[in-house]
């Protein structure tokens, strides 16, 4: 078996770019990529699953369960959602899962984590959405076009599928993600004329505000533009006006990058249960895979790696596993598990399975292999 390999650029292609904090200069050199993951509390759950079984993640409303999401095979086979639960257990039998709230958190981290090997700048969107400022990465990675490529493969890996959309402003990028149209504007004037006409349903504010602009006769973005500012102010908020001038770039749009925590922990669930300790193979293959992403960004080296299997009535069946020397090399560390795994029968089916690095050391390459360092001469 394989490790899903990070997308890491070759030694020559490195230059080293800055870390430092971002002037009012630079802003002008921003260049953001948004990625929308509209299935990402059902692919958390099913990444690890033979993608052909039909799955939903259910909801509950008023007594009564219905499909929130369906994966691929069970929208192929006429599963839809917004359907009762037993409606689509007539068409077909599909494997029903719920929410895992704290999974999708720690995964979302992950995931956070993983594209800091783009750029030193991820800021978490809301509804399970990255925005990554590009700007800086695009020669290092070949160009705009083979990055955008390298990322969209990186999280198909993963086990998601993502909408994506490059422009000069992290709002506007956020929204033409959710159009899914994969467009990229490099140009601010060419991305103000496609948004002010896109329709005001694209508009990130409250439904109830798109609704009192459409009783105006308001359509489009840009018709909502073409309105007084301070009318806009006085009937929807001082808040309002400012979403379109992010929105636009007309005024700074600020934002919180992600941060790397002090030590790796993270989890994948298993809700279909798993008794065999091969199946777990593909699991612990996600958590190494994220754990070399997590090494290679902080320039550290593990020897260390604490496993819990979580079973029935939260039984947990702790594995810890040494290894001969400090590295990131998760080639090496699943060669390990494997020959762990098969000394070890599982003590009862496993529901959860977690990997938890706390011993961590600074790599003797670390000079080398820090892409976003200010460079010195």
């Not at 999708?104 to 981290?109: G, I, P, S, V």
């Not at 493969?153 to 994506?164: N, S, T």
């Not at 030590?263 to 994948?268: G, R």
């Not at 029935?312 to 702790?318: F, S, V």
Request: positive net charge; glycine residues 6%.
């Amino acid at each position: 078996m394989n490790i899903v390999p990070s997308v890491f650029p070759r030694p020559h292609d490195i230059s080293m770019l800055s870390n430092d904090k971002k002037t009012n200069s630079d802003a002008q050199q921003e260049l953001w990529l948004a990625l929308y993951l509209p299935h990402f509390s059902l692919e958390v759950l099913t990444r690890n699953m033979d993608r052909k079984e039909p799955c939903v993640l259910a909801s509950s409303s008023n007594g009564c369960s219905k499909i929130e999401l369906c994966n691929v095979s069970a929208a192929a086979l006429g599963v839809r959602v917004g359907s009762s639960i037993q409606t689509a257990k007539l068409i077909v039998p599909v494997r029903v899962l719920e929410r895992d709230k704290s999974a999708e958190a720690a995964a979302f981290d992950g995931l956070c984590s993983w594209a800091l090997q783009f750029t030193p700048v991820v800021v978490k969107s809301s509804s399970f959405g990255l925005l990554l400022n590009v700007g800086s990465s695009v020669k290092l990675f070949g160009g705009l076009d083979s990055l955008v490529n390298d990322i969209r493969i990186g999280v198909r890996r993963l086990g998601y599928r993502a909408e994506y959309a490059v422009a000069p402003t992290p709002l506007a990028a956020r929204v033409l993600s959710k159009q899914s149209l994969g467009k990229v504007f490099l140009d601010k004037e060419q991305m103000k004329t496609f948004i002010n006409g896109l329709s005001i349903d694209a508009l990130p504010v409250k439904d109830k505000q798109k609704l009192e602009l459409a009783t105006l006769g308001v359509k489009l973005i840009g018709d909502c533009r073409r309105l007084p500012r301070g009318g806009l102010s006085e009937r929807f908020s001082v808040a309002f006006v400012s979403t379109l001038d992010r929105l636009f770039g007309d005024i700074v749009d600020p934002q919180i990058g992600f941060q790397l925590p002090n030590f790796f922990e993270s989890e994948i669930s298993l809700p279909w249960g798993v008794e065999n300790s091969y199946a777990l193979l593909t699991a612990m293959q996600h958590l190494l895979s994220e754990l070399q992403t997590y090494l290679f960004n902080r320039r550290l080296v593990t020897n260390f790696l604490q496993w819990e299997l979580r079973g029935d009535c939260q039984e947990i069946d702790k594995r810890s596993i040494s290894l001969r020397e400090t590295e990131r090399d998760t080639e090496s560390m699943l060669l390990l598990v494997r020959q762990i795994l098969a000394q070890k029968n599982l003590k009862s089916t496993v529901y959860a399975i977690s990997l938890k690095v706390t011993d961590l050391y600074d790599s003797k390459d670390s000079e080398s292999t820090d892409l976003f360092k200010k460079k010195t001469h």
